[in-house]
């Protein structure tokens, strides 16, 4: 099966697509998460995997943005543990190296490792991208953050695993289909969803209390801007229970009284951490 994602060969949203569709899996690459969507619209790729946050630089704000504007159905999430790595070219020693390219979060994340060395770092678009430059580029003294499977991918040596300052890092993906497939018979234990409340006194709190109505456990709740509409905010909420539960539709329906827009992202079971 065809599955898109945003990146290049290597990327950790590529080894999210295999290690939650183990061998049935076709991943291909694309420069930016828009095209991702576009590829499961068209019907290119039957499913879409993308990070939707980290337990450390929390959302990935753009990824949500989309979620919200376009006709997708979430059916499974998966975790996985990001380990970073400083790849260099074989026979460059650690030594050697005297800048590193990557995406700034993963920079960041690396910031005591790359502190500790004097090692300037140089932000770039995205870490397997970054893995891809080097390896192209034959400079003296550059090196890149990507996983370890840039590595194997790009022909370049681990110089040190597991840079990140904190060692519990992990990402959360979202795998979607396209709106009109959402396969019958999914497996639902958790259930995504997106809500604007009315401006008037209290309304967030009508809102949330329609859930502890019925007994629902928010396991979620973000707030995002709206960007076609200055200072509208919307709030994305994970919930556990699926929508075939009666509860759970009980409490989707009547916070439509008080929300002026709901959107269900999707119904899926819960991945193990």
């Keep these: 099966m065809k599955v898109a994602f945003q990146g290049v060969k290597g990327a950790y949203s590529e080894e999210a697509a295999r290690k939650h569709f183990k061998d049935g899996c076709e991943p291909s690459g694309y420069a930016y998460s828009e095209q991702v969507f576009e590829t499961v619209a068209s019907g290119v790729s039957e499913y879409g995997i993308l990070p939707v946050e980290n337990s450390i630089a929390g959302a990935v704000a753009v990824n949500l943005d989309l979620l919200l504007k376009e006709d997708v159905f979430v059916v499974a999430e998966c975790y996985l543990p990001i380990r970073h790595c400083l790849l260099a070219h074989k026979g460059v020693s650690l030594?050697?190296?005297?800048?590193?390219?990557?995406?700034?979060?993963a920079l960041a994340q690396c910031r005591d490792f790359l502190t500790r060395r004097l090692i300037k770092a140089v932000p770039e678009y995205d870490t397997a991208g970054s893995a891809k430059l080097i390896a192209e580029r034959h400079i003296p003294g550059e090196a890149a953050i990507a996983s370890k499977g840039c590595a194997e991918a790009y022909g370049l040596n681990v110089l040190e695993e597991n840079i990140q300052t904190v060692k519990?890092?992990?990402t959360r993906f979202f795998i979607f289909v396209r709106g009109s497939k959402a396969p019958k018979g999914q497996t639902m234990q958790k259930t995504s969803l997106v809500f604007g409340a009315r401006h008037k006194p209290g309304s967030l709190l009508d809102c949330l209390k329609r859930f502890a109505d019925h007994g629902i456990n928010l396991t979620r709740l973000e707030s995002?801007?709206?960007?076609?509409?200055?200072?509208?905010?919307?709030?994305?909420?994970?919930?556990?229970?699926g929508l075939e539960d009666k509860g759970v539709q009980a409490a989707i329906a009547e916070l439509a009284?008080?929300?002026?827009?709901?959107?269900?992202?999707?119904?899926?079971?819960?991945?193990?951490r």
């Design 168 to 170: 519990d890092n992990i």
């Design 224 to 241: 995002r801007p709206v960007p076609e509409n200055p200072f509208e905010y919307v709030f994305f909420v994970d919930l556990v229970g």
């Design 95 to 105: 030594e050697e190296v005297k800048q590193v390219f990557s995406h700034p979060v």
């Design 257 to 272: 009284e008080d929300a002026h827009r709901v959107k269900v992202l999707g119904s899926y079971p819960v991945a193990p």
